[in-house]
């Protein structure tokens, strides 16, 4: 399969920029994800990018796409402290399979 | 998106009994869903995809006869967790594809997930 990599833990500071990185091998992915899951639940779908995009942005979150370099990063604008969860992001190959990052947990110091 | 429910949300088992996961999928027919395993602190992985009125297709490592797969209907897939051991105890959740046309069918919506523990 294929390799999403992120940094395991991430904290800050209530009102601060939260910027969740992550890199991946597949060349050949069309669509990025970023999951949020918190204790207990299932995975909430955040945002997504196609990849001949460069940059998206949603309300408080902008998702930055590097694929040369096959980084996709996720800013999250005046962390609260409901946005402590952990955090995925995925790929979609051309066979339809997802692959997920090991996530990043983060965690807002009120 | 679609609205994925997974029952029951927590099961405590003992070993050697079955397991019967349910998912389903409230606002369209899914004629595939997936079903994925995740262990604390550690990411998905794929452990088969659920076709309707067709047999499930397993990925590597994943045992058939350990991890029933049933998708009866456009709207229910199940997962049975057979002879179920500690060793099975984990978060498994089950998703589905959005419908339609790119780029909308190219998201994956989750269940809300079942804790598993096997005594």
């Known amino acids: 399969g294929e390799d999403v990599e992120q940094s395991l833990f991430l904290s800050v500071r209530e009102g601060d920029s939260s910027v969740i990185n992550c890199t991946y091998t597949?060349?050949?992915?069309?669509?990025l994800y970023w999951y949020k899951q918190e204790p207990g639940a299932g995975l909430q779908l955040l945002t997504y990018?196609?990849?001949?995009?460069d940059m998206k942005q949603d309300q408080r979150l902008t998702v930055l796409l590097n694929k040369k370099d096959k980084h996709l990063s996720l800013r999250i604008a005046d962390t609260q402290t409901g946005d402590s969860a952990i955090y995925f992001c995925a790929e979609k190959d051309n066979f339809n399979k997802f692959y997920f990052g090991s996530g990043t947990k983060l965690n807002v110091k009120p | 998106g679609a609205v994925v429910s997974q029952h029951p949300s927590r099961v405590i088992c003992k070993s050697g009994t079955s397991v019967k996961i349910e998912c389903r999928s409230l606002?369209?027919?899914?004629?595939?869903m997936f079903w994925y395993r995740q262990f604390p602190k550690q990411s998905l992985m794929l452990m088969a995809t659920s076709n309707e009125g067709s047999k499930a297709t397993y990925e590597q490592g994943v045992e058939k006869d350990k991890f029933l797969i049933n998708h009866a209907s456009l709207t229910l897939s199940t997962l049975t967790v057979t002879s179920a051991h500690p060793e099975d105890s984990s978060f498994y959740i089950c998703?589905?594809?959005?419908?339609?046309?790119?780029?909308?069918?190219?998201?994956?919506?989750f269940g809300s997930g079942t804790q598993l523990s096997v005594l």
């Open positions: 998703s589905v594809k959005d419908r339609g046309w790119a780029p909308t069918n190219e998201k994956l919506f």
């Open positions: 597949d060349s050949s992915s069309t669509y």
């Open positions: 606002d369209f027919q899914a004629t595939t």
């Open positions: 990018i196609f990849s001949n995009m």
